[in-house]
């Protein structure tokens, strides 16, 4: 357990192989990836990945993604196969999260897993995380560098405000490009969704060729920590707000007078960008509601309306 004041260091040589290193003697780095900031610890380090558990609060039964630096690195921990293939040769680098089948007598420790035989595997495309792996030259389990079920973080800042003293340092890389955490493929047997994200359904099909497959409620254990009260403000949240009322928090979506706007211009990808900031913001006082305008439900609009809809369900 870290007692000291967290660091959050510029993005220097000497600082990524300080926090390389650090996570080679089983010390937790919070590291930028494209899409959120990462609690990153090596995931072959059994106590290490528990270090994780202990500082997010996360309940046991989650398990974490394992991030890689190529993929054959991805390939002594996991059964690879030709979908595999398909999808890492058009979206790795970046962000995109495949869970396959666990090798025999693999090095994950098993609290990674949660003790599921699959592992979620991701390599990453910010030159930050690339440059800390590769020096790591591990396998690093990294969930999203927040407190469990609170607002994911998109900023170096939004790390130290939920982590400080249970992190040994930040790495700062500014804030992330795309906002919103990976798309979440499950391909152990068959394609399917399981937290959709900036790589849209139809983006996986165009590149696989045929269709994914959409398990009926409670038929499949999908991901196992999509729970439905997540990345949730201490405020409530009122979600598809065709008009808002003057005591509310307001978040706009295109030309609208409110508090923020995601998007004046009705830009989707901008739209993700500021979403996790934008909450906290108006979440400042932990109180009231915040109204959200409707977000068009297509493309990255699917993954943002996803977030929402989890950032308003009932907290218990
Ligand atoms: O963009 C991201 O994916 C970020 C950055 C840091 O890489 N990470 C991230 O991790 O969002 P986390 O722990 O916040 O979310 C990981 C999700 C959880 O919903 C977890 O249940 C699911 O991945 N997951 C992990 N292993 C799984 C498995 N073997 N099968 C199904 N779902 C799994
Ligand atoms: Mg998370």
């Not at 080679?24 to 990153?40: A, D, I």
């Not at 090596?42 to 106590?47: C, F, H, I, L, W």
Request: aromatic share 6%; proline share 8%.
């Amino acid at each position: 357990m870290v007692i000291h004041p967290t660091e959050i260091l510029d993005p220097t040589s000497f600082s990524i192989e300080r926090a390389a290193q650090l996570l080679v003697q089983g010390r937790l780095v919070s590291f930028p990836t494209e899409t959120v900031y990462g609690l990153g610890a090596d995931a072959t380090n059994e106590s290490a990945v528990k270090a994780i558990y202990a500082a997010k609060g996360r309940p046991s039964f989650n398990p974490l993604i394992a991030h890689v630096s190529s993929v054959e690195m991805a390939k002594d921990y996991v059964e690879w196969s030709k979908a595999a293939d398909v999808l890492a040769s058009a979206f790795w680098p970046g962000p995109l999260t495949l869970v396959l089948p666990l090798k025999p007598n693999n090095a994950i420790a098993p609290t990674v897993t949660a003790g599921l035989d699959t592992l979620a595997i991701r390599l990453p495309a910010h030159p930050l995380a690339q440059q800390v792996l590769e020096h790591a030259g591990r396998p690093i389990a990294a969930p999203s560098a927040n407190p469990s079920g609170r607002i994911s973080p998109t900023t170096a800042e939004h790390v130290f405000d939920g982590l400080n003293g249970k992190v040994d340092v930040i790495l700062d890389g500014g804030p992330c490009a795309v906002g919103l955490e990976s798309t979440i493929v499950g391909l152990a047997p068959t394609a399917t969704v399981l937290r959709p994200g900036s790589i849209t359904e139809s983006d996986l099909e165009t590149i696989l060729g045929y269709p994914m497959t959409h398990y009926k409620d409670g038929s499949h254990i999908s991901a196992p920590g999509q729970m439905l009260s997540h990345y949730a403000p201490n405020a409530e949240v009122r979600l598809n707000a065709s008009t808002f009322s003057q005591d509310e928090l307001t978040l706009g979506f295109g030309a609208m007078e409110c508090d923020l706007n995601l998007s004046e211009g009705g830009d989707l990808d901008e739209a993700a960008r500021n979403l996790f900031s934008m909450l906290r913001q108006l979440d400042k006082n932990g109180q009231g509601t915040i109204a959200v305008a409707p977000i068009p439900n297509h493309g990255i609009g699917v993954a943002i309306n996803d977030r929402l809809k989890r950032a308003a369900a009932p907290k218990d």
